[in-house]
């Protein structure tokens, strides 16, 4: 009897912790959390933990060899640290996305209480950059962050889970992954890699990209080598251009150096930072090909799966928050800069023609035919992909399109 009530109450911090997630939850919109948020020791040193402590102290030679220790009993009493590696796709302290990574790692050492310890480390700083989907396959790093289109060479699936060209928007993919199915399917995608991905922030509208000379019409494409990844490559090889694969810290110089044509990269408040209105004369929009872009947050699934429980839910919860903070991040940046660069700096900005943008649109469901068709994955996983797309054209044409058209304050 004596081991049953020790059992019941070693349960109570199990009530504690949902009321702290409930907490997490309300400040999912600041960038860091203050220290006294869901600081561990506070809840040791008040009622129901600290008459816990006292009933274990009397009671645990009992308890101990008439029952034994549950993974959530364990985690509570393991004082290991565990170090972890995160290498990323961006360069070192690159805004938002690295900054956001660093983040990450400060909040769940805070609500760990300093057992977990997340080292950050930029593109090229232990991996190259288009290689941390491998570096965190094999076990060299345990963590990584980056889009899953950078890895479409491999898994042809990939890239449904960042972007697809005319697809749905920002909030719109983050429903299909949370609400839709979309989530299930990319683990499923990633498992024989020994992967398991994350939401880990969402770009919203991208921009169409930097251009060195103006596109007046199809021809214009025709021979344009132009910096672009994922679905939106195979769009443009289509529509006669050459599609380049490049990290982050080498697009400014192919630029200056006519390397390349063009280069789309994120939006104003990103594009800005890496200088490319001193390199190219044309800002274009929109950025038909990524419309809203995920980002992600990976971890070495052997490795996630042996830390306790509660560690494995601080992991979670984090990248839940830092999903919400990149998001608001860029849509508040993006708007700030494009304004600056408008008024202050001059940058012109280009709209697509008309016959651009159809004639994208046609190429877009070619690739997305050959893709499927040739791949039973990207079959299995568009299918989910239209039906939710489906779903929510049927409420957004009455919401956000009606809002955008007739309501909108100009």
């Known amino acids: 009897m004596q081991a049953l009530i020790v059992r019941k109450r070693l349960e109570e911090p199990t009530i504690l912790r949902f009321f702290a997630g409930l907490l997490i939850e309300t400040h999912l919109l ?43 009993q364990q985690s509570r009493t393991d004082n290991t640290i565990y170090r972890w590696k995160m290498v990323t796709t961006w360069p070192p302290n690159f805004p938002i996305l690295g900054e956001g990574c660093q983040l990450f790692a400060d909040w769940v050492e805070k609500m760990s209480a300093g057992r977990m310890r997340i080292q950050v480390y930029g593109g090229g700083e232990l991996a190259p950059a288009l290689e941390a989907f491998d570096a965190v396959s094999y076990g060299a790093a345990e963590m990584g962050h980056g889009a899953s289109y950078y890895w479409a060479g491999k898994i042809p699936s990939a890239s ?17 992954l949370q609400r839709g199915g979309g989530l299930e399917l990319w683990r499923k995608v990633y498992e024989p890699f020994n992967l398991i991905p994350f939401m880990s922030g969402n770009s919203g509208m991208q ?13 214009d494409v ?9 679905l939106g490559a195979k769009v443009l090889a289509k529509a006669g251009g050459s599609a380049v694969l490049s990290a982050a810290g080498e697009i400014f110089t192919n630029l200056e150096r006519g390397v390349i044509d063009a280069s789309e990269w994120i939006g104003p408040y990103h594009d800005h930072r890496m200088g490319f209105q001193k390199v190219a004369k044309y800002y ?29 839910e601080i992991i979670r919860a984090g990248t839940r928050w830092f999903h919400v903070w990149a998001t608001t991040e ?8 494009l304004q600056r660069m408008i008024e202050e700096e001059g940058v012109q900005l280009r709209a697509f023609p008309q016959e651009v943008l159809d004639a994208f649109r046609r190429y877009t469901q070619e690739v997305l035919d050959e893709l ?11 299918a989910s992909y239209q039906k939710f797309q489906r779903q929510m ?5 009455v919401s956000e399109k009606m809002y955008y058209e007739k309501l909108e304050t100009r």
């Open 30 to 72: 600041r960038p860091t959390l203050p220290m006294n948020l869901l600081p561990r020791r506070t809840f040791l040193r008040k009622g129901t933990a600290a008459a816990l402590g006292t009933a274990v102290a009397a009671t645990a030679a009992t308890a101990c060899s008439s029952e034994s220790t549950s993974p959530a």
């Open 160 to 176: 449904f889970f960042t972007t697809v060209p005319f697809g749905m928007n920002g909030s719109q993919m983050t429903a299909w």
């Open 207 to 219: 921009m169409g990209g930097w251009f060195n000379k103006e596109i007046n019409s199809l021809a």
């Open 222 to 230: 025709q021979g344009l080598k132009m910096r672009i990844p994922g």
């Open 284 to 312: 274009y929009y929109p950025g038909w090909h990524e419309p809203g872009s995920i980002f992600e947050l990976f971890a070495n699934k052997s490795k996630f799966e042996s830390l306790p429980d509660d560690l494995q």
């Open 330 to 337: 860029f849509d508040a940046k993006n708007a700030e800069t």
């Open 372 to 382: 499927t068709a040739s791949d039973p994955t990207s079959r299995e996983v568009y």
């Open 393 to 397: 054209a049927v409420w957004s044409g």
